[in-house]
């Protein structure tokens, strides 16, 4: 286990240099623009000069970039991430109402991908070329090339205004009790079954919907690697032997895993920064819709306040994601 | 065989499969397809021969005869008229968008702004509009209407200009669906419910909702304001003291206490001096006008003393000079109790305060709810006050559920005489359209946003609910909202008036509301709008699209259109602007004009509009307040300052010299009058 634990210090000290650089690229990317967001902020056209002189100064807009980001860095490490001059909130607030809304929808939807993607993938190896393996393919063709955006309206309208079913927006009632702001999970901690019911009832949609392109990528990924695995030497060596096949399977599983994990990972990492068309098709308030909003108003504090956030979202999936693969592939941590 | 079979049976099903696609392809696009077909690509359609030009849809009046001999002269009189620095000068703010400057209009402006005569004013304004059609510091465009859907078991909706309506107004039909919920679907999140913080239109429609202002108005009157907190005011013959008696026996709802709090005169000044010391976007609003430092509580004795030696009041059409508090409420056909006068001091007169002080910045809090959440600190916001209104409206705040809703519920201590019949209200958040549009016809809301370019989706539908057969209504509303140009005054050859006007008879108004528009809009003339006092579309030049006469302004101007690029700036997510640019672009590249067209973010484009670094951008402006000044003002001003504008009515040329040095000074008229605007004698 000591070389894991220095595997894991060697990995978690790469994120100092890591969340840095993101945030002092991004930091110049929106500074260079050549845009004037103070007169955005101040009410765009009907701004008055004064009001926006205020917010130029109070932004430090007039001074030089370096020096812009040694107050953001000042401010980031006493816990100040400012207040976004457009929805007047303090960052840190408004990233925490929309992180969890994101976080919920992105759980739910790797939870569909892997429960629906992985066994069609392992399915569609094992039946190489029948019907099963075509309808998979077809699930990963029409997922990777229909719009989202049209995916969830035809949805809503079959699931809600044809057959009414399913809510169309916004995420279900709140539970009497919230801890980690995932509603669904904290409906359950707190036996609110109701709360539970109307939660389940609004993320299935949305969380089809973000998972449906995952599903096909995650089955196809998981076929070609499983069938990388099942002509492997070792594999017939096992059969060979004279091995149960559901003993073999294992062997199979483990070594086709590696693949799956590092998109599984991708894919949560992608989805935990929001998914800003199903967001918007769906009202989900979660942080995709944000992000885009502050990256068209050039709201800086909330700019890097999501940057920030994203960034560690990122480094940690990763980080997870290299756990997992030295559990399962001892020779990685050597 | 086994194999063979296999790939046999897989070709089957991907046909199958591909047959299945094509199919639900097919469908859904036969029931997403819109009815009526969009307008065409505008770039591609030839642009309207001047024979084919209809007129607008709502045509104006035409022009009677053109104006007779001066019956009646009124002279501007202006001291020491000096033009800011060129770093000092705002667009919007200290001049107009186009760099234009105009120092008769100028004067013409603060004459405007300043005169208290009703009849004076209302003479400026109609020849600001002459002048400003004649210039064209602006090209004026369109004058927008908005569509407003709703279902029909919605009873007694209106449309204020800048109010829109208020919920307690409403009814709902007992057999429609939800009958005790308003349920309305928006398109986006509010900014802030902090009367002093909120600059935009729909935070102040909640507002509305929530808190109540001095003065308000009469449903969707838009002539006259009405007492509301205040339930009486008068003052000063010069117009610079107000005072307001302040209607006793409100309270404010605190929701989130369970706790009601008396209204004081206190509040209101209190309310005021908030908005100036936190400096928040709409502050300029109260700033500008109110000299917050010098409001105050007036006691009644004192109040009594003032009032004897006589005050000036008007209501509605009528103006009288008062002499004691019961005089001045018997005016007002007021009865009830009284909480205590309040003195505004303005810094100088302004004819429309009564219009500012019914705007969403002049609500009034409770003072003792916001001092026990934060108070106020100079240059910053209230977390608190941000998202927990209290105030004496018809409805109060339950929930603002970031993103998804905001629910209301029937003030039980609303103090008006419309108490409010549907008791909850919730305001959907809906962003996507089509989702919004889906929710509207299943009957899941009331009344929501629709953008006019999909009004197609929403024509003729019907709800079966509670044994009968509802519609769904489009009620088309004129808006105060107007579209125009904005050519650069400091760039060649948009300098030169006659290149301004080539490029209004080169516009294709009837194109532009047919296809930018959808056909909700109609022809504008000048700075005013029309439905504005000070409106006039009858001494106006009527600019219809006449390439030959363009073409012959531009030979008169002297310059050859083929050496020149006009690049077309317009802001990105504004499709009438999209639409308008490259109609714009077919038709003045007739003139010989190279046309280009750029399309920025907003920060960008308005870095860019800002500094001037622009050839022509598309905008819109819409009202602060309802008075021509908030148009004139920012979309015509010039730059210029002066330490005194004075108006007078003469009789005679001799006597208009007395005032102004006449052989320098510019003769305007509009009718049977003449303006005389000059520079000032002594």
Known sequence: MGELKYYLIRRLLTFIPTIIGVTLLTFLIARVIPANPAVLWAGGIKAKPEVVQLLIKKYHLDKPPHIQYFYYLKDIFTGHWGISPVTHRPVIADIATYFPATAELALFSLFVTIFIGIPLGVISALKKDTWIDHVVRIIAISGASMPVFWLGIILQWIFYYSLGLLPATGRGIPPRITYTGLYLLDSLLCGDFEAFRSNLQHIILPGFTLAYPCIGLVARITRSSVLDVLSADFIDYARIRGLKPSFVFRHVFRNASIPIITILGLLFGSLLCGAVITETVFSWPGLGTYTVAAISNIDYPAIMGVTLIIGLVYVTVNLIVDILYAIIDPRIRL | MRSRKNIALSKVLIAVAVAVIIVIAAVALILLTPKTPPAPPAAKKPAAKPEEEKPAVTPPKKPPAKPTVAKRILVIAYKNATKLPKDKLVPYSTISPSFYSNLTLDALIWAGRYTTNPEWREVIYKVIQKVTNYELPLIWVAQLKRPRVYWEWVKGIYFHPTLVFRINHLEKDPTAPEPGIFRVGATEEPHSLDPAVSYWGFDWWIMHQIYDKLVTYEKEETKYVVPCLAAAWAHTENATVWFFVIRGGVVFYDPWENKTYPLEPEDVVYSLRRVVIMHQDPCWLIETFIDVNKCAVVPLEKFEKIIAKGLVTEFKDKVATVKSLDELLKFFGYEGKIAGVVKLVLKSPYPAILNILATSPASIVCKDV?????????????????????????????????????????????????????????????????????????????????????????????????????????????????????????????????????????????????????????????????????FQCDDVIDYKYDIEKAKELLKKAGIDPTKYTITILICEGYKEFQDMATILQAAWSQLGFKVKIQVLSRPVFNQKIMTGDFDINLLGWGPDYIDPDDYAGPLSYGGYRFTEVKVYEVKSLEEAAKYIKLETAKKLTYHDWLVIVGEARG
């Open chain 2, 370 to 534: 916001v001092e026990a959440h934060g108070g106020i600190k100079p240059g910053e916001i209230n977390p608190w006050v941000y998202e927990h209104p209290v105030g004496t409206g018809p409805y109060y705040l339950v929930k603002w559920v970031h993103k998804q809703y905001l629910e209301l519920r029937a003030n039980p201590y609303y103090w008006g005489k419309d108490k409010p019949k549907i008791k909850k209200v919730i305001i959907k958040l809906i962003p996507e359209d089509e989702t919004r549009i889906m929710l509207l016809k299943k009957g899941d809301l009331d009344y929501a946003a629709v953008p006019p370019s999909l009004l197609f989706k929403v024509k003729g539908v019907t709800l079966k609910y509670g044994g009968k057969t509802w519609k769904l209504v489009i009620k088309e509303q004129e808006t105060l909202v107007i579209d125009y140009i904005v050519p650069n005054c400091e760039r060649e050859p948009i300098n030169i008036l006659e290149v301004r006007q080539a490029l209004a008879f080169a516009t294709p108004y009837d194109q532009i509301i047919k296809v930018a528009h959808g056909g909700l809009a109609f022809k504008a003339y000048g700075v005013i709008p029309k439905g504005m006092f000070g």
